[in-house]
Every structure is written in C-alpha cells, then in structure tokens.
C-alpha cells in the first residue's frame, strides 16, 4: 500500500532543547496529520494540516508545538522547547482527502525520548 | 470519556480458530477505520469502511452507522495475527481520526 516515511526513527533529546520530526507523506495526498502515542495507550490525534495550514488541533497540540510543509519538502512536528511529557512515539500520516477517500496511512513512528 | 470503546482489551486465540473484536462508538462518525499494530509499532491498514461489510482474506469488517458500532472477524488466526488492533472513528469531519483503547491479540500455537 501507499507509505509514509519518517525520519528518525529513535531521537533522544534533553529537556528544554528543540525537536524537529520529519515525514515525507504519500506523494499525490493532500492532508496529513500527527498523532501521539504513549506506550502502551491508544493514539491520540494532534494535528492536520492542508493547503498550507493548521485546520485543527487538540489540545495535545501545546503552544511549543508547530507544523509546517515548506514547498512541497518534508512535513515537520517542531518542539520547542521539549518538555518530559513529550516523551512517546509521534506518528505522521496522510490522506488524499476528498470525499472519494479520507483514508489515513501512517508512517512507522518516530520514538522521542525526552531526557 | 471513551468515546471509541474496544472490547475485548486482551483475547488470546489457538491457531485455526475464530474470534471477533469490537468497536462501539458514543460518537457521530461516517467512516472507520481499523489497523494492526505489530511489536515493533507499526500500523497496517486493515479497512476503511462506510456503512456495510468489507471482506479480505481471513478478515471480514462490518460498520453500523445506525447503531454506531463495527466488528473486525478474524477466521483461521495465524501466529502473524498477533499484535494490538485498533478501530478508529472520523469524528464526522473526516479530517482526523479518534483511535480505540485497542485489543492485543495474542495466537498461539
């Protein structure tokens, strides 16, 4: 099926530094979203974004979080700063997004550490 | 509150045999979706439904918007069955996804 990538797949970070999660969607989709998953829970929705902005966020989705997609490259989580809480596997995924489907694929994680 | 209730949280299977999870939702949602979780944390997707049934292989999915809840059958489970599952609901806007508490799935030989 369509993949999704992410890059890294482990980061360790100390407390307060900055973070930046990237991920390279399926090429012709048009929405893409993060998601947090602390081991062991379910996966909490973050974010989506489309045409160049925000359209929702969680309230998971902290003031020192942000997202961006410049020209095409890859998708970015940016943390900054990192705080112990935000310690869990961040998913990105993607989906054409018309009412032919919203199906959502996922990337495989990327596991953040926050010391 | 849980507003994607999965049941049952753990279910431990012989190979060869059947079993169903599911899913009831305490929200509006127009599609769903349900995915495999292996070990290593990866999700595959298993279905994305409207309302109806969706068969693919040993895995058969039925949605039922009217009394908001969908199953997930797995015939003949296999050993590479085993993993966590997860429903997840549209919330109505199709635009982000509100995942269950998911059922480990344990095969066993």
């Known amino acids: 099926g369509p993949k999704v990538l992410q890059i890294p797949s482990h980061q360790i970070i100390d407390m307060g530094q900055m973070v930046t999660l990237n991920c390279d969607p399926v090429?012709?989709?048009?929405?893409f979203y993060w998601y947090k998953q602390i081991l062991g829970q379910q996966m909490e929705f973050l974010v989506n974004f489309y045409n160049g902005k925000v359209m929702e966020k969680s309230k998971l989705f902290k003031d020192q979080f942000s997202v961006e997609r410049p020209d095409g490259s890859y998708f970015t989580l940016k943390i900054q700063p990192t705080a112990l809480e935000d310690s869990a596997v961040y998913f990105c995924?993607?989906?054409?997004?018309?009412?032919?489907?919203?199906?959502?694929?996922f990337g495989p994680g990327t596991r953040l550490t926050v010391l | 509150g849980d507003q994607v209730k999965q049941s049952p949280s753990a279910l431990s299977l012989q190979e060869g045999t059947n079993s169903a999870l599911r899913c009831n939702f305490s929200?509006?949602?127009?599609?769903v979706q349900w995915f495999l979780q292996n070990p290593r944390g990866s999700l595959m997707n298993l279905f994305y439904?409207?309302?109806g049934t969706k068969e693919n292989g040993r895995l058969k999915s039925t949605f039922n918007s009217k009394e908001s809840y969908s199953t997930l059958h797995i015939r003949d489970a296999q050993l590479e069955d085993s993993g966590t599952y997860f429903c997840?609901?549209?919330?109505?806007?199709?635009?982000?996804?509100?995942f269950g508490t998911g059922t480990l799935l344990s095969v066993k030989p």
């Open positions: 997840a609901a549209d919330g109505g806007s199709g635009n982000k996804l509100i």
């Open positions: 929200i509006a949602t127009t599609t």
């Open positions: 995924a993607s989906s054409l997004g018309n009412w032919a489907s919203y199906e959502q694929y």
């Open positions: 090429s012709n989709h048009l929405y």
């Open positions: 439904l409207v309302p």
